[in-house]
């Protein structure tokens, strides 16, 4: 079985520029959460997909956005990028049975964003 | 609303004595509450989770937490340190929405 992987590992981009990051689910997972984790700081929660729609954001900005795939991998946006945007980026799969069970979230390795 | 509490950013223990880590969490609905490890530049690994029936959970590596609702706690422990123990762990709580909510964490360093 497949773990969560993201991609790129590393990243360094420059103030108001643009990002795309990705994330591939583990198998059987239909659902993916984004996590942003600042230096010394837990994760916070961006957004969730599911079946491709956004099911939940938390408080970002509109210049985060992103995307679910028909095969659950995903991928999230960042627009104009500021120096305050750097950090550990997260991605999370989870099985969403409508409403049932836990939803336990599996963590991918993250993609640490540097904007200089 | 859901939020988490971790007592205690820092934690040293000697290697073979208790590990206790606290989180207290609060929640409008009865809770889902996990426990994560992080080690250095890596992502977030489960180590247990709380959703209903036996309060007391056991997780990897030895790991144990019990959910206790009247003291809103979900303390996280291990009878006997080990070196690769060492890392930071996460209280996350997960309520009415599917977000997990995570506490600021708190750096296990075991000492020798």
């Known amino acids: 079985e497949t773990g969560v992987t993201q991609s790129p590992t590393h990243l360094i981009k420059t103030r108001g520029q643009q990002v795309t990051l990705r994330c591939s689910s583990q198998?059987?997972?239909?659902?993916v959460s984004w996590y942003q984790q600042a230096l010394g700081q837990g994760p916070q929660f961006i957004f969730q997909?599911?079946?491709?729609?956004?099911?939940g954001r938390g408080n970002f900005p509109p210049r985060f956005s992103g995307l679910q795939f028909p095969n659950y991998s995903s991928e999230l946006n960042v627009n104009a990028l500021e120096l305050d945007d750097s950090a550990l980026y997260l991605c999370?799969?989870?099985?969403?049975?409508?409403?049932?069970?836990?939803?336990?979230?599996?963590f991918g390795p993250g993609t640490r964003l540097t904007v200089l | 609303a859901q939020s988490v509490t971790q007592l205690g950013s820092h934690v040293s223990v000697s290697e073979g004595a208790l590990v206790l880590l606290r989180c207290n969490y609060s929640?409008?609905?009865?809770?889902?509450l996990f426990w994560y490890v992080q080690y250095p530049n890596q992502g977030l690994q489960l180590l247990l989770k709380?959703?209903?029936?036996?309060?007391l959970v056991k997780g990897i590596n030895g790991f144990e937490a019990e959910f206790k609702k009247s003291e809103t706690s979900f303390h996280l422990t291990k009878p006997s340190a080990h070196m690769s123990d060492a890392a930071e762990y996460f209280c996350?709580?997960?309520?009415?929405?599917?977000?997990?909510?995570f506490g600021s964490g708190t750096q296990l360093t075991v000492l020798p």
């Open positions: 999370a799969s989870s099985s969403n049975s409508g409403g049932v069970g836990t939803d336990t979230q599996y």
């Open positions: 198998s059987g997972h239909n659902t």
């Open positions: 997909y599911y079946r491709e729609e956004e099911n």
């Open positions: 929640s409008s609905v009865p809770p889902y």
């Open positions: 709380y959703t209903t029936g036996a309060t």
């Open positions: 996350a709580v997960r309520g009415s929405a599917r977000q997990l909510t």
